[in-house]
């Protein structure tokens, strides 16, 4: 008697622990949703999708619904512009990277977090690696003649934008 309860305990106990082994991997073969939003530190924070308060302090109006945001406002980026639709919403985030920024390297940081590309292509000089969830892409690009990455484009894609 004293067996079998043992028994049935080791069952449970591998059948529990056979679970958690394959909750854990199917975690982490699920790529992370891809990011909205950029902190700019003491400047605030900029999502996709939401009105930006304040833009005008930080930035430049270049153009009906652009802006360009004061330089080294962000860690690495040359440029941010960022883009706004009818109702100005923050539609689009564009960094522009200069020498240093290496694409592989970046590539290769995305893929790790977002899982594999949607789309990699190399089309009109440019090499460029998409990511898409449905709600949030990437696009991570390169002109080929550079070795460096030259822009990466955070678009909100949850509206048809």
């Known amino acids: 008697m004293a067996m079998r309860r043992i028994f049935r305990h080791l ?9 958690c082994e394959s909750a854990l991997a199917e975690s982490r073969a699920r790529p992370e ?7 700019l530190g003491s400047f605030g924070r900029l999502e996709l ?16 619904g652009v802006y360009r945001l004061r330089p080294n406002s962000f860690g690495g ?3 941010i512009v960022v883009i706004t639709n009818s109702a100005e919403a923050i539609s689009e985030i564009r960094f522009q990277y200069g020498v240093g920024y290496d694409f592989s390297e970046k590539r290769s940081i995305y893929e790790k977090s977002l ?7 190399r089309t009109g000089g440019n ?4 990511w898409n969830d449905g709600r949030t ?7 080929i003649d550079q070795g460096y990455a030259s ?3 955070m678009r909100d894609v949850s509206r048809g934008q």
């Open 11 to 19: 069952l449970l106990a591998a059948a529990i622990a056979s679970y």
């Open 33 to 39: 949703p891809i990011f909205r939003h950029v902190s």
């Open 49 to 64: 999708g939401l009105v930006p308060s304040q833009i005008e302090k930080i930035s430049e109006k270049i153009g009906p």
């Open 77 to 79: 980026a040359e440029t």
């Open 115 to 121: 899982g594999p590309p949607s789309r990699a292509d």
């Open 127 to 130: 090499e460029t690696t998409v």
């Open 137 to 143: 892409q990437i696009e991570l690009v390169r002109r």
């Open 151 to 153: 822009f990466l484009i």
